[in-house]
């Protein structure tokens, strides 16, 4: 594993790099789309008003009083190890041969060490196998030097936090990156770790998507980020087969962060592969109405609907979403950088025009139809959007990225 700084659109080859940033936002939580699965039971009454939206959910049905909890006792999801449910405290936990070997880094203060520590990323002294479907607590990671984003963030984290320094879990806005398993589609999400230093915040990225520094980027609490475990564990638990495990690892991320709306999808897929439409259906929808912009959520629903001849209750429901969906400017942004990405330079001005009418106060869009305009030669416009864009920037790294990126235009 190599450490570097920031470089646009680089993909990260296995080992992966461990990249800090001076200022900003990768972990990974899995995200299901299931190909097709054969259903046959009913779902809620086709007359319900405003479908999916209007439609009440039982999530207590969908966690407490699931069939899928039959053949075993409640209590077990409490039980650590194979099948069951790890406790929480054990995710972050650190070994003692991870504590000698924090206390044997050269350096009298715990930025001393943890520079020590990214050097020895840098020159390739501590490497981690990138493992997509592997997610680990942070001591099975550092004794197996393997893991997705996920497993080293937590591992980064709590190894900052045992030096004494102040470790944040940070989730990031990234282009939809999938992978395929099993004929399940993986929607891969991302999270990485953001440092209080004294020089200033600090990022560590590990991870497998196409990354920017100027990605829109949120907080994490530690208890939304043992969430995202739990809910990785259970997808990587179904991908297996073994759907006992799933559940509870599943039902554990919801009862830490039951607003989210992937943790549902993912709920979703497993009662679909358990021929449980009913459940299924409830578990997108309930998806869809935390969030009415997951296209996974609509294209699962309509998917499963379909299935059971019932093409006419979400008719259009996956159009209306991406319509929805490019209304706002994070998914116009995207779609616009693709676009730029593979030279479809008025494609992508159309979008950045469009959204900068919605939104004139997102930096990214001008700075991106800056650059779309520079090499359209047309230069007034170039000039225009890419003074708005660095008179709205307030961060010093993004600004020095942008001037990389203006510099690397101008060869």
Not at 37 to 50: I, L
Not at 174 to 201: A, D, K, M
Not at 345 to 370: C, M, P, Q, T, Y
Request: hydrophobic share 45%; with cysteine.
């Amino acid at each position: 594993m190599t450490i570097k700084k920031i470089k646009t659109t680089k993909w990260l080859k296995k080992p992966h790099a461990l990249m800090p940033h001076a200022l900003m936002p990768h972990a990974l939580m899995v995200l299901l789309v299931l190909f097709c699965v054969a259903c046959s039971t009913h779902g809620p009454s086709d007359s319900a008003v405003g479908y999916p939206f209007g439609v009440p959910v039982d999530s207590h049905r969908l966690l407490a009083e699931s069939p899928l909890m039959a053949d075993f006792d409640v209590a077990e999801s409490l039980v650590a190890g194979p099948g069951g449910v790890i406790p929480q405290q054990q995710i972050m936990a650190l070994t003692p041969e991870i504590r000698a070997f924090l206390a044997g880094l050269a350096g009298a203060s715990a930025e001393e060490k943890w520079s020590v520590l990214v050097g020895m990323f840098r020159n390739g002294m501590f490497s981690v196998d990138y493992d997509t479907l592997t997610t680990l607590p942070a001591a099975e990671t550092f004794a197996r030097r393997e893991g997705n984003c996920l497993s080293v963030t937590i591992l980064l984290a709590a190894m900052a936090r045992e030096l004494g320094l102040k470790g944040t879990f940070n989730e990031v806005d990234v282009p939809n990156t999938r992978t395929e398993e099993g004929g399940v589609l993986i929607n891969l999400r991302h999270i990485n770790l953001v440092l209080e230093l004294s020089t200033g915040p600090q990022v560590i990225d590990f991870g497998v998507v196409d990354f920017e520094i100027a990605f829109n980027r949120r907080a994490l609490s530690d208890q939304q980020a043992l969430a995202q475990y739990f809910s990785n564990v259970g997808a990587e638990r179904l991908l297996a087969g073994d759907y006992r495990a799933a559940f509870l690892n599943m039902r554990e991320a919801l009862r830490l962060s039951p607003g989210n709306s992937d943790f549902w999808v993912n709920l979703g897929v497993l009662y679909e592969k358990q021929r449980l439409p009913e459940y299924a259906e409830q578990a997108f929808i309930q998806a869809l109405q935390l969030d009415p912009l997951s296209l996974v959520a609509a294209r699962n629903l309509e998917r499963l609907l379909a299935e059971q001849g019932r093409e006419s209750v979400a008719a259009g429901l996956t159009d209306q979403v991406v319509r929805l969906r490019s209304h706002n400017p994070v998914f116009a942004y995207f779609a616009a950088r693709s676009a730029y990405q593979e030279d479809r330079f008025g494609e992508a001005r159309k979008l950045l025009e469009s959204a900068i009418r919605r939104d004139n106060a997102d930096h990214r869009l001008h700075f991106l139809l800056g650059k779309v305009a520079f090499v359209q030669g047309d230069f007034p416009l170039s000039k225009k959007h890419l003074r708005h864009a660095f008179a709205l920037v307030d961060d010093p790294q993004i600004k020095r990225d942008y001037e990389r990126q203006l510099f690397d235009l101008r060869k």
